[in-house]
């Protein structure tokens, strides 16, 4: 784990946002999932800023960085984090809530992104009928009423394995990756906290009109619901793609980081190959 003296800090309007910055070159931005922080991406970072400028920033409420006092868009925090650093257009690569941000991103920031790697995810609005999914949700709101920390968490941490593996299939020290990040970042929370965070809406139908190049990277073993809402994003965008990593679901980057690595250096040639 990333010490916290070895992070930047940004000075929002609203406290403190913590990021990492590695390597130079062009930017890659890499949005975390929820309830993560920026350490899911440990593998991309090593990897990527040999050759390009690396910001794997904490979204606020999320691992180091600072809770809400008053209402924020999460695409508002990045934004003026890249501008703060002179950062853009920049590649956006997220999975699950980080999809959605950059989604967001793209939509009320144009100037600032010049193409979206997504994952898990479609626009920041998501529409959900697989009853595997609808069932976590509804074991999470059950733990969360009765104050059941270990079963929020387990109901959570579903989403690694997927519809079809158990956890007892994954890979111990993925889970226990995941599960410190997650009580890291819940523990900075209480069950009565407000949720001040503010939505970015009509995402499906201002959609069609991001002209930047979007690749959708799907883990095989994902949602039907996840894998769906991606690939109708990028089916209904001018330069839109997608591309399968078989045998993992809701983090293909943590579980298969070579293969999504390739993936993610392929596109960022093309994306900035193009833009030389």
């Known amino acids: ?71 924020f868009r999460q695409t508002d925090d990045l934004a003026a984090l890249l501008r703060h650093l002179g950062i853009g257009p920049a590649v956006l690569v997220g999975i699950s809530m980080g999809a959605g941000i950059a989604v967001d991103t793209a939509l009320e920031h144009p100037e600032l992104v010049a193409g979206l790697v997504i994952s898990g995810a479609g626009t920041s609005e998501p529409e959900y009928s697989d009853p595997w999914a609808l069932q976590i949700f509804a074991d999470q709101a059950t733990a969360m009423a009765t104050g059941d920390v270990e079963g929020w968490l387990s109901a959570a941490l579903r989403s690694a394995a997927g519809p079809t593996r158990e956890f007892a299939d994954m890979d111990a020290e993925l889970m226990r990756r995941l599960r410190e990040m997650t009580v890291r970042t819940v523990s900075k929370h209480t069950l009565d906290e407000e949720n001040v965070t503010v939505p970015v809406t009509d995402t499906w139908s201002r959609a069609t009109g991001i002209t930047v190049p979007i690749l959708a990277i799907h883990g095989a073993l994902d949602s039907p619901d996840l894998i769906g809402m991606a690939e109708r994003l990028v089916d209904n965008a001018p330069h839109g793609r997608s591309a399968t990593i078989d045998g993992v679901a809701h983090y293909p980057n943590m579980e298969r980081p070579d293969e999504f690595n390739m993936l993610v250096r392929e596109f960022l040639r093309d994306v900035y190959g193009a833009a030389r």
């Open 1 to 71: 784990m990333m010490l916290s003296s070895e992070l930047k800090w940004f000075t929002s309007d609203d406290g403190e946002l913590a990021y990492r910055d590695e390597g130079a070159g062009h930017p890659v931005v890499l949005l975390h999932a929820g309830y993560l922080t920026h350490e899911m991406w440990d593998a991309q970072v090593s990897a990527l800023a040999a050759d390009h400028r690396v910001i794997a920033p904490d979204a606020r409420g999320h691992g180091d960085s600072a809770n809400a006092s008053k209402p």
